[in-house]
């Protein structure tokens, strides 16, 4: 009955406003030619490290064909985290792979995790050799803690160093597309880095758009789901903004902001909410600094969303570290 009653909401706004909300097209979910894996990198071309000299110390994660271990190098003991798409893996999940090995190739951040081999295995199996961030997401940080796990203050060196490193992404031309707490990690020396670049796209050319239909639902912004509200001043890096904004509610309200805490999301429920609701907003009792900050980030018009480089200059940022 609720299905139905959003539904007819739906095609009622549709009327009025002529939106038209695009679904992933099949030919986005499947290549539509052979996959190769790209070149080695300088750093297996200098050594002759493989896989066998490592050994498994857990599992930190799976699903989507592939596993991510936390690995010891057998000689040195030095600790990393292993990336493991298997070979009989869905074609997706082969192709986000090749674009994050892509991705990880091009960058050199200390607010991206840092990717030190890529190994093809024998099996048709792709890892890529990564650091451990021993403190997780900010997910599960979340997640263990409960609502009240972070401060303004935290939140603002966290905010300050992510915005550093999509700064830095964008000014390579790099969307990253799927910024949430799950994909934010943190190890104990609360360093604060970007990771899984799987549904991520490098922009070659300037006038390039980002049509793709991908990332997590729940942290997209209002203009990838209507393309039709896009303008000549469309900025498509602009949409890991509002996925900032959403993350820095998220952390500091406990639960996901756009839904009461416990309730789950589904698709029409968050087109509704992105698309024809309000932005959500921070609870009375904050400072203007972090109101005026997610303001910033959480504007409908992507034309008014600031970029990273000015939301570093912004007062919530500039307070002093921790």
């Known amino acids: 009955m609720i299905y139905h009653m959003h539904m007819a909401l739906v095609r009622e706004r549709r009327r009025q406003s002529k939106l038209r909300l695009r679904l992933p097209e099949i030919s986005e979910r499947l290549p539509g030619f052979p996959l190769h894996l790209p ?4 750093s297996q071309q200098s050594t002759t490290t493989t896989v066998a000299e490592f050994e498994t110390v857990q599992v930190l994660g799976q699903g989507n064909g592939g596993t991510v271990y936390k690995v010891v190098h057998k000689r040195t003991c030095n600790v990393f985290a292993l990336k493991v798409v298997h070979a009989d893996s869905d074609p997706m999940m082969r192709r986000q792979i090749f674009r994050e090995m892509e991705i ?6 200390p607010f991206v995790v840092h990717c030190h081999e890529i190994f093809e295995k024998p099996n048709g199996d792709i890892a890529i050799l990564m650091e451990y961030m021993d403190a997780g997401s900010l997910d599960s940080l979340l997640k263990n803690g409960g609502s009240g796990t972070f401060t303004e203050k935290s939140l603002a060196d966290i905010a300050r160093k992510i915005l550093n490193g999509l700064n830095y992404l964008h000014a390579h031309k790099i969307i990253h597309r799927d ?10 020396n609360m360093e604060v880095k970007i990771a899984d670049f799987g549904v991520s796209k490098i922009m070659c050319r300037t006038l390039d758009s980002c049509n793709s239909f991908v990332g997590t639902y729940a942290y997209m912004s209002p203009e990838r789901f ?7 001043n469309y900025n498509a890096y602009s949409g890991d903004i509002w996925s900032l904004g959403l993350t820095m509610l998220e952390l500091y309200m ?3 902001p756009f839904l009461p805490a416990g309730q789950k999301p589904n698709w029409v429920t968050l087109m509704c909410a992105i ?4 932005p959500p907003s921070l609870p009375e009792g904050v400072s203007d600094e972090f109101r005026s900050f997610i303001e910033c980030c ?4 992507s034309s008014k969303r600031w970029t990273a480089s000015q939301l570093l200059l912004h007062p919530f940022c500039r307070q002093p570290e921790n």
């Open 39 to 42: 070149p080695t990198t300088m």
């Open 104 to 109: 990880l190739r091009r960058t050199d951040s």
């Open 179 to 188: 910024i949430k707490p799950a994909n934010i990690l943190v190890n104990k």
């Open 226 to 232: 209507d393309l039709d509200t896009r303008d000549a």
């Open 254 to 256: 406990g639960h996901f």
């Open 275 to 278: 698309c024809f609701g309000e």
């Open 298 to 301: 959480l504007q409908k018009d």
